[in-house]
């Protein structure tokens, strides 16, 4: 049974190269959240074809949803034949800034050497196409099957989700008594499983000074030195005292078993100009410096001790420091999550994996956060997974791509699984 749903696949793979390429060529760019209405529409088209019935959703009042950028939500729905379980592929819809250093068109969807390229191929427009030709080929060779199937495509993922999961999960879409087995086609490689995800802290960091004359800075307080004394404290203190730490968490790569944290960016002083304007700058005492931290912890940290560890460093200057103020403003957090490896869709998708690739899965954990955190804690569903085709180290990098024979492989294996969690047993 499982060659001839595997034959099915192996027969659309074309289907699978177009359907790619095509949802590469919509600019889903978020920020700002361009295009998420032309994409879901166009995946209401296609699913409605295969017999889906389809919900489009748009997450009114979540951050960045406006009338110019709504946040729009798809989610499909195939019923079988008899009662079951109902097995749900989530992907999202959102794709990063394209960056500098392309040499392939960003969403020109351009094919070489057995690869498809593009922003968001592998992180995760691929895994979507994946998830979707599974689907399709074990309908059409399963008619009859028990269950249901649900395929979504969310926005929002790379900036948290509220607008996408979160919002989803808080309606009742990932309720465990509407939807039994998730997978996320996250590209963490085709013959691993990813059971969860690290913690994550963002937070605004801005030291204070007062504006002076640029050639009297005595007379005024450089924030931007305050800052300065900021990141000499994280470098002798924090980052060593992350670098310590090592979680039994499997994340790859090696590198984010430790604790990390990013300076996501830093602003100070005068506002930068809009690129018309070739004036030179006025000469000031910048009075207020910013930086945005990405702090990634580990299942062994609390989240108190995250943020305490960073607020002694900060209350340590103001005691110490001449004049020295600063403000602390909290963006978000997230907390670890991870699946059990005994739970029910790890066992059937590890199985798959034997099957299709003739061997065992590794099993890891992601360094950064995705959607199985709203799953979890807002759904309430612990059977939840990433996994799909793609390299983990493409992601939101130059030239990404995804490789075309990964995503048939992935195919089978979410086509085995759907074998198994809704066909009757023998």
Partial sequence: MIQSLSSTIHARRDDLIALTQDLIRIPTLNPPGSDYRLICEYLDTRLKKHGFQTELIRAYGTPGDSEKYPRWNIIARREGTHSGDCVHFNSHTDVVEVGAGWTFDP?????????????????????????????????????????AIEISGTADEESGGYGGVAYLAEKGYFDPAR???????????????????????????????????????????????????????????????????????????????????????????????????????????????????????L??????????????????????RVDFDYELTELNSVLPSMTDRDAPVVRTVADAIEKVMGKVPDYVASPGTYDQKHIDRIGKLKNCIAYGPG?????????????????????????????TLLLPKS
């Fill in 107 to 147: 969403f020109g969807a351009e094919i070489s050497d057995g690869k498809i390229y593009g922003r968001g191929t592998c992180d995760m427009k691929g895994g979507l196409a994946t998830s979707i030709i599974a689907a399709e080929a074990f309908i059409e060779t399963y008619p009859e099957y028990s269950g």
């Fill in 299 to 320: 299942v062994e940290e609390s989240l108190d001790q995250v943020r305490d560890e960073v607020t002694a460093l900060l209350e340590g200057l103001r005691a110490n």
């Fill in 179 to 297: 939807v039994q087995h998730v997978i996320i086609p996250e590209p963490l490689h085709k013959d691993r499983i990813c059971l969860g995800h690290r913690g994550g802290w963002w937070a605004e960091i801005e030291t204070k000074g007062e504006i002076a004359h640029g050639s009297m800075p005595f007379l005024g307080d450089c924030a931007v030195r305050h800052m300065g004394a900021v990141l000499s404290e994280f470098e002798s203190k924090l980052f060593p005292a992350m670098a310590s730490r090592f979680t039994e968490m499997p994340v790859v790569p090696d590198g984010a078993r430790n604790s990390t944290m990013n300076i996501n960016s830093i602003h100070g002083g005068q506002k930068e100009q809009d690129d018309d304007f070739d004036g030179l700058p006025a000469h000031c005492v910048p009075d207020s410096c910013r930086i945005v931290i990405d702090r990634r912890f």
């Fill in 391 to 419: 390299i983990l180290e493409m992601a939101h990098k130059p030239d990404e791509y995804i490789g075309i024979d990964d995503m048939v492989d992935a195919a089978c294996v979410m086509g085995a699984t759907l074998e």
